[in-house]
């Protein structure tokens, strides 16, 4: 079991010992989207959402979001991060209409910030599921995934 780092020498789970990890620069920037209808699409555009601007409460739960992520997921340490932002983006065709969201996380620290991102960017996108499902609860949220991150041992990520 020593082989995996989250389970101690009797095989149970444990938080990682990052104490003689150098402190370095570390990004992360995550992906994910929602697909919603014409309608929902038109009342955010313009803002007129009843539970209020539906961008700018995701934004927000998703700054949130990244600094709770240690007490959300078990084995994450707490980090200082030194910022976090969200950019909201919207792919339109004839029969879709998905919002794309992407959480982007730095900190200057001894382990990486790539959970820190993912979670961000869930939280966006459950947000806005929840300000919008009055009208609609076919909302889908798609796929979230790490699309960038830098720094540390593991060296630099991006998604092909």
Same mark, same amino acid.
């Given at each position: 079991m020593s082989s995996f780092t989250h389970f101690n020498e009797e095989g149970r789970a444990q938080m990682v010992d990052i104490t003689e990890k150098t402190p370095t620069a570390r990004t992360a920037v995550a992906k994910t989207s929602v697909q919603v209808s014409e309608e929902i699409y038109s009342g955010i555009k313009e803002g007129n959402m009843k539970k209020g601007d539906v961008l700018q409460v995701a934004q927000i739960?998703?700054?949130?979001?990244?600094? #709770?992520? $240690?007490?959300?997921?078990? *084995?994450?340490?707490?980090? @200082?991060? &030194?910022?976090?932002? +969200?950019?909201?983006?919207?792919?339109?065709?004839?029969?879709?209409?998905?919002?794309?969201?992407?959480?982007?996380?730095?900190? #200057?620290? $001894?382990?990486?910030?790539? *959970?820190?991102?993912?979670? @961000?960017? &869930?939280?966006?996108? +459950?947000?806005?599921?929840?300000?919008?499902?009055?009208?609609?609860k076919g909302i889908v949220i798609g796929e979230t995934y790490l699309l960038t991150k830098t720094g540390g041992k593991s060296g630099d990520y991006k998604r092909e």
């Open positions: 739960a998703g700054i949130m979001a990244a600094k #709770k992520t $240690s007490d959300l997921i078990p *084995m994450c340490h707490p980090i @200082a991060l &030194s910022g976090v932002d +969200l950019h909201f983006d919207w792919e339109l065709s004839s029969s879709c209409y998905e919002l794309t969201i992407e959480a982007h996380v730095k900190t #200057k620290g $001894s382990t990486g910030v790539e *959970m820190e991102a993912l979670t @961000a960017a &869930s939280a966006a996108a +459950l947000t806005v599921y929840d300000m919008c499902k009055a009208l609609d």
